[in-house]
């Protein structure tokens, strides 16, 4: 009796919610000493120390209509303001207030654009392999989501398959850079190229096509390396930002969009994103998180343990045999299943009481990710499995 | 460039939020104290005095990875489990976690549960005068909104009518009680009879018709009046509930579902909903806010500050000359317009610094809604204005 769309839906539901419901019920029948959960994108790193001193003298200071009240569908403009003026002075962009609307985490942010952009049937371009929620957040639009297949070994977007991609249909490309579930980094040339192409499909086809670049994972990066400010190399850029991993607030669904001016028909996009942001029942970003995150926007994030996991694990599998991609961002280490099928793969680890998730849930079959946003102990726990399990399979 | 449905829905977008925002810029022109905005349902009695208290003991005492961190698309276990046992001790139920959702308020839970049931052209079915924001809902999923036509001066549903617009296709009927923008609830016998339409009609036609209580306002009663609990007249209802008013959080975007066991199909309903949740870009309903109001279950609703104004506003406008409905809950009052055209008389009053929106907004023409969730002052303030505005339009 439910619609025909979400039960499709339902039935392809997120492997990565499988999995981590999946994590709960064997802790509980095994102990969370010997489960090894790296199936979600959870931030084991606590937010900054900082933070509940910045709650509570919120709640002190500022009037509680205020601060618990309804403002403007796009945000309090206060906070807009602060974060437009600290990308300004990150990226060296003239952002005002009006560029900056805040959403209910990045999925909030990505879902408002898309209703916003897209008509029944317009293409969405991604690139495998790519968080596998894209698919559902196009679906909803009724958008036709087209993949470009992945590009191994090193996972930068498949350009030449991209170009005889480009349609008279194609209304949004998503980059996701540091890139779940690869932890690469798209780099500037690559950036460059693609920008290149997109002016070009849009002079061709005399439309405009939007490059969406979704960055929760911006500050987590690793050996000093550079994360490409988007709108820099691509004027119709609209970036969605989350504070879900760099200030580790996943559950609390605080981010925003950057609707920089120069994007096309500027003046409808950021209308018909604020309203989408109320109709779709958003209504507003959570209003104290709001508030919270406009005190944190120069702080650091701490990603030594993320970069601590990360050595652990990839050192720790490539001496074991495994083939790996080794991260430049986010908390994600993309491994090549050492069997053909991965979904089979991971449901031998399972054996072990290791989650991992298949590729095949990022389009990109034949690799496992594991999410390394784990207490190092369950790392350090899991590699003589690891081991044992690579013997097994051979 | 931007879909044609967002291109529609922003050209038609909320009168409401537009004279929030016309609001603001009279305020800046005219000083607060000289605009009487009674346009949007923005609480102004403040949330109760605890809430800091309680939100600081959450921060100190729990481990802010959790506290901050995802769960399960339907909301925290513990949480689910404490609102079930609250809504068992008042209303006599057996509820448990597994039926309720824990929601980015009423608006998310009600898209939420609009995207699990609705087909397109699937018929939802309101009664006038209703929340504006119904129809957008809708035509998120492509449903279709069928009008119950406004039964005053009582504004009880038009049950006569309502019968002859069920049909095959009606998948829900959503209700609002205390309702917006009258202030009446909906009798016992009202929804008994109500329900006795929907049983038949089921019947007639071999479907399930769900019934979606919206009830932000469920608390916000007056004169010892009493709501009734809709699942126990009809087996098929699903509520949609909100501390937006009753804690006064409305920024803050939290609320849940309760999906009782009884309801058709209910383990689709519920996967679909927790699988809606996340794929809408909600994800899950703020993680802090969760874990807050499930420590404000049993505060009682402070109404003495809205009750106040109810009786200010009613009295005063009744003296004037206005024919009001007297409202029993919410904080809205709804007037007659003095001349047949409410949008005209709505633009005549902004002439007195009032803003008040027309009963257009809510499918009702020829009459007015005020919010009467102000400081007590501009009630008093505004009365003179209103006889005068009378006057003039006389």
Redo the contacts between chains.
Sequence with gaps: ???????E??KG??MI?AM??EGKKMIDLYGADDVHDFS?G??????PAE??GI??GI??DE???F???????AGYEDVRETIAKSLNSKYGTSYGAANVIMT??A??????IL?????PD?EVVVFAPFFG?YR??TS??DGKLVVVSANAPDFQPNLAEFAGKLTARTKAVIVNSPNNPTGVIYSEETLEALAGMLREAQEKFG??IYLLADEPYRELVYDGGFVPFIPKHYENTIVGYSFSKSL??????IGYLVVPSEV??FD??L??AT??N????????????QRTVAKCLDMETDVSGYNKNREALYNGLTEAGYECVKPQGAFYLFVKSPIESDVEFCSLAKKYHILIVPGTAFACPGYVRIAYCVAHETIVASLPKFKKLLEEVR
């Excluded at 209703?115 to 008509?119: E, M, R």
């Excluded at 580790?248 to 669904?253: D, F, K, V």
């Excluded at 109320?278 to 998180?289: D, W, Y």
């Design positions: 009796m439910i619609s025909k769309k979400m039960k839906h339902v539901s997120s919610r981590f419901e979600l959870n931030p084991s790193t606590p937010p933070i509940n709650i509570n709640l002190k009037k509680p209509t601060v618990h009240g309804y403002m403007n569908n209910v985490g999925a909030g942010g990505l879902n408002i209703k916003t952009l897209l008509d317009d929620e559902a957040y909803n639009y439309t405009s580790s607030l996943p559950g609390e669904r096309a028909d409808d996009v209308s018909g309203v989408a109320r109709i779709s029942g958003f209504v507003n970003a959570p209003s104290l998180q």
